[in-house]
């Protein structure tokens, strides 16, 4: 079993960065090669895809609408994902849940079906 806690969440303005971090711990990296993603859930609207991140790091995938706005990483010798966040808008303003999947690897991204392990979500919400 793995168990994810993100954290960083907070109340900023628009056009200000912001950092997630999201530990993995339990059976983790010592035992498990997992990709990682970050989704998002306004409120009153359906969870969505926001990234992911191959276990190597060298395939990331972005939801159109963040592109070129967040990055995400990993290090896993920490066991940790991060989600930067620059430019922040008010449309960005959500619960973000960290996840991870040890099945499936490498495909169907978006699909949350597709993952194994989820957090409890941090809160961001960025004021106009």
């Known amino acids: 079993q793995v168990q994810l806690v993100e954290s960083g969440g907070d109340l900023v303005q628009a056009g200000v960065s912001l950092r997630l971090s999201c530990v993995a711990s339990?059976?983790?990296?010592?035992?498990?090669?997992?990709?990682m993603g970050w989704f998002r859930q306004a409120a009153g609207k359906e969870r969505e895809f926001v990234t992911g991140?191959?276990?190597?790091?060298?395939?990331?995938v972005y939801e159109d609408s963040v592109k070129g706005r967040f990055t995400i990483s990993r290090d896993n010798a920490k066991n940790t994902v991060y989600l930067q966040m620059n430019s922040l808008k008010p449309e960005d303003t959500a619960v973000y849940y960290c996840?991870?999947?040890?099945?499936?690897?490498?495909?169907?991204?978006?699909?949350?079906?597709?993952?194994?392990?989820w957090g409890q979500g941090t809160q961001v919400t960025v004021s106009s």
């Open positions: 339990g059976r983790t990296s010592s035992n498990y090669v997992m990709d």
């Open positions: 996840a991870a999947r040890v099945r499936n690897l490498g495909t169907g991204w978006r699909s949350q079906a597709n993952y194994d392990y």
């Open positions: 991140i191959s276990w190597s790091g060298r395939t990331t």
